[in-house]
Nanobody, 115 residues
Framework: QVQLVESEGGLVRPGGSLRLSCAAS????????MGWYRQAPGEERDMVAT???????TYVDSVKGRFTISLDFTTTSVVLQMDSLKPEDTAVYYC?????????WGQGPQVTVSS
């Protein structure tokens, strides 16, 4: 099993920034993928950004140039730096960890972008 502990979300004005972090613990394998998905009301859960244990990131097109994901391999933690936030970024953001055994989800902090 892998446990995920996320930082809190928050309320941000359009154009603002917010940083989400997630730390994994438990049965951490040498190879994994971590990242963030988000789910807005009435919509499916979609990938935002992921990063491999080798440090290779992937972003959904809508956040490229605005969001940056980074990995601390020594602590198995990921940080999602979100800049230039837009109202359409409002969603519950779920931390994600996948390895050869399975996939794991965090509780999901709420991020609201509103003036």
């Amino acid at each position: 099993q892998v446990q995920l502990v996320e930082s809190e979300g928050g309320l941000v004005r359009p154009g603002g920034s917010l940083r989400l972090s997630c730390a994994a613990s438990g049965n951490i394998r040498s190879m994994y993928v971590m990242g963030w998905y988000r789910q807005a009301p009435g919509e499916e859960r979609d990938m935002v950004a992921t990063i491999t244990s080798g440090g290779n990131p992937t972003y959904v097109d809508s956040v490229k140039g605005r969001f940056t994901i980074s990995l601390d391999f020594t602590t198995t933690s990921v940080v999602l730096q979100m800049d230039s936030l837009k109202p359409e970024d409002t969603a519950v953001y779920y931390c994600y960890h996948r390895n050869v055994v399975g996939e794991y989800w965090g509780q999901g902090p709420q991020v609201t972008v509103s003036s």
